[in-house]
């Protein structure tokens, strides 16, 4: 039996699901690979997304050869096996390189040249941005998109359709099941479908849970989606109620959520809603997103509680959010002032503080500018106190 994710793998742009920030009829991805003048590319986004299939089809588009790859168990002889090969070629090869944030040093020293002399159109593709994997010469010379997980609405849509092609039949909770189980993973609702049909005439939810007893990603209904379960935790958690913020981490595990997105919005709730009011905090979530990437569900809710918890009950401020925020507004709305020419590189007259004591008086910026005003709760008051004795020492300029 056809594979059904093989089977009705999108062929061309337009049958593309979803992606349409980046594909249509006015979007910059699809204005550079109808012109041909696509440069080398990187894409992220979730697994099922279509990103290899967005590869396969600009290669179509293109009319070029394709050469599908793996940075794990990529080898550099076969690298330039394939650029030999096309040397003296009219028509250069589409090289699609998946999982690209694990490609090494020396491979991405070997790519650059050909990067360059465009013996190649390189097309990467991962899971997690590979912006900080590459090196910088890699991404001078390429751009990156983000695709998005495709919506349930779309998926709702597309199993309706693959439904139709192959006749199967399925109970209205089981494609509901099929969609917001897959957690916008294309790939794995038909693969799903597929299995399920294998098994019974009529898709029942009852046969979908045995397969696939938990969701994969989104752990959501369409009436209360991942969103907005998260939503619901990081609020709680900033309204200081430990219960009601370990009930919605409760849903978001039985749901499917990953750990690992679980944890990385906790960590920006550490340092948002926290800050210095309780440092320590950001510590403990940078341990846990650590953690939870090395052991995984179900070890992982343990962990996760516990964050839940001390984050719950550690005391509040948002001060350095809105520092920065505040700091990021001013520089667009023109506050670009130039560094004053004692704390250059190299300056002569500049005053070491280590020499004076620890401090001493001496202008930073060439125009007084003010974005933080400590809220002194928590250690943030600690903080305030030292700061406050380090600028009252009697050195002066």
Request: glycine share 4%.
């Amino acid at each position: 039996m056809v594979n059904f994710a093989l089977k009705y793998r999108p062929k061309t742009l337009d049958e593309i699901i979803g992606q349409r920030h980046i594909l249509g009829a006015n979007a910059v991805l699809q204005k550079l690979i109808e012109t041909e003048k696509l440069s080398h590319t990187f894409f992220s986004g979730p697994p099922g997304c279509g990103k290899t299939t967005l590869a396969r089809v600009i290669a179509s588009q293109l009319q070029r050869p394709f050469y599908e790859m793996n940075a794990t168990s990529l080898k550099v002889e076969d690298l330039r096996k394939i650029f030999k090969e096309y040397n003296n070629a009219l028509q250069k090869p589409l090289i699609f390189i998946d999982e690209v944030h694990r490609l090494s040093k020396n491979q991405q020293e070997v790519l650059l040249p050909f990067m360059e002399n465009n013996a190649a159109l390189i097309i990467g593709a991962s899971t997690e941005n590979p912006y900080y994997s590459l090196t910088a010469a890699m991404r001078s010379r390429s751009h990156l998109y983000e695709l998005e997980a495709i919506s349930q609405e779309e998926m709702s849509a597309y199993l309706t359709h693959i439904m139709t092609l192959e006749n199967i039949i399925a109970e209205e909770d089981a494609q509901a099941y099929l969609v917001f189980s897959s957690g916008g993973d294309v790939r794995a609702m038909l693969n799903l479908l597929e299995s399920a049909h294998a098994i019974e005439e009529t898709i029942t939810l009852k046969t979908l849970k045995q397969i696939r007893p938990h969701a994969m990603q989104a752990g959501s209904s369409d009436s209360e989606s991942h969103y907005e379960l998260t939503s619901a935790m990081i609020k709680s958690i900033r309204g200081s109620d430990i219960d009601a913020s370990v009930y919605y981490l409760a849903r978001l595990i039985e749901g499917g959520e990953p750990a690992e997105f679980i944890a990385r919005r906790l960590a920006i709730l550490a340092s948002e809603d926290i800050g210095n009011a309780n440092p320590p905090a950001l510590n403990l979530a940078s341990s846990t997103l650590n953690i939870v990437k090395h052991i995984g569900y179900p070890e992982a809710r343990i962990s996760l509680s516990q964050l839940v918890v001390y984050l719950a009950s550690s005391p509040k401020s948002n001060a350095a959010y809105k520092a920065i925020n505040a700091a990021q507004k001013a520089i667009q709305e023109g506050e670009i002032h130039p560094i004053p020419s004692h704390i250059k590189t190299h300056a002569k007259d500049y005053l070491y503080p280590h020499d004076f004591g620890g401090w001493v008086k001496q202008s930073y910026l060439s125009k007084p500018l003010h974005f933080y005003a400590t809220q002194q709760i928590g250690f943030e008051k600690t903080l305030y106190t030292w700061h406050e004795k380090i600028i009252s020492s009697d050195s002066l300029l």
